[in-house]
């Protein structure tokens, strides 16, 4: 008999999660979620600012709690789950790793746009060194072909990244997308691999299935699917799904749905749908965490959402370049008032 396929799931609900409510998780919240996690036999839970390492500021916004108190509550809350924490090169430093480090944090996930794995050579290296687990993003993974995206991937593996993952950080991708950049993958590098799905078009579990049909062995979820724009594929679904597509996970499905329905879903602003906002993000192919950013400015400038959202994908703005987004909204502002003033003559 044949043994069924191993996928490991992470859960993302306290890093992706905090951008859906604007990085306001206590340390007291994250403690109970991640607790619920573990008992439900998550490996591997991701705990940090949204945008990551560092990213508490006025231009990311400002976290109810440090970096570092959300993973010391969030270690001391597990007993067996693994605590890992989201670097971005330009944003998080070594320094603040290492205090997660010293907090508890064992695994380091280093997210770098997808043409730019250069970008990654310093903190792998320091990772490693320090005993950390390194698992490597490659953000945007829509923009780049599959092998194209093979060749960074190439880069992240001879560093030393334990796990690459393709990371569809605008929801842009569609099963047979998520399919060929995964096998190219396969292909290409020794090292284990991950997809980090955000739900968009609708297709995040869809996604996620076909990634571990082509060799992805990490798949990333969150509860109830808290997550960036439209949300992230779905951590109790996603362990449901893979078990009826016959794999194995080591999770309690009841224990996540249980701790999806009894502590995630209180904390919650609201239900994680996929808005027009959302969509057109996807659609566009626009990075998730402009999703806020992208209605403040519309509102500001009183033009449509997705008026920017369209002409940020035509530019290829990607993440990083926050400030394109009111750029694009006062030039669309600007074109609207011409016309109506060319109008009135």
Known sequence: MTEQPWINLVDTSLRDGMSSVSHQFSVDQVAAVARGLDRARIGTIEVAHGIGLGASSIQYGFAAASDAE?????????????????????????AELAEAQQAGARTVRIAIHCT????????????????????????????????????????????????????????????????????AL?????????????????????????????????????????????????????????????????????????????????????????DETALVLGYAGVYSTFYHPTKRAAAKFGVPERDILIELGRRGVIGGQEDMIVDVAAELARSVSAISTTEDQ
């Open 70 to 94: 959300y993973v010391r509550a969030a270690v001391e809350a597990v007993d067996n789950a693994d605590i890992a924490v989201l670097y971005v090169p330009g944003i998080a430093t070594l």
């Open 116 to 183: 730019e794995a250069d970008c990654a050579e310093q903190p792998i290296g320091w990772a490693r060194e320090n005993g950390m687990r390194v698992m490597s993003f490659l953000m945007m993974s829509h923009k780049l072909d599959p092998a194209a995206l093979a060749e960074q991937a190439r880069k992240l593996d001879a560093y030393g990244a334990q796990v690459v993952y393709v990371v569809d950080s605008a929801g842009a991708l569609l099963p047979h997308d998520a399919a060929a950049r995964v096998a």
């Open 186 to 274: 396969r292909e290409a590098i020794g090292a284990d691999i991950g997809f980090h799905a955000h739900n968009n078009l609708g297709v995040g579990i869809a996604n996620s299935l076909a990634a571990a049909e082509n060799g992805a062995t990490y798949l990333d979820g969150s509860l109830r699917g808290l997550g960036a724009s439209a949300g992230n594929a779905q951590t109790e679904v996603l362990a449901a799904a893979a078990e009826r597509a016959g794999y194995r996970t080591g999770a309690d499905l009841f224990g996540l749905i249980d701790t999806a329905e009894h502590i995630m879903a209180p904390l919650m602003k609201q239900p994680q749908v996929i």
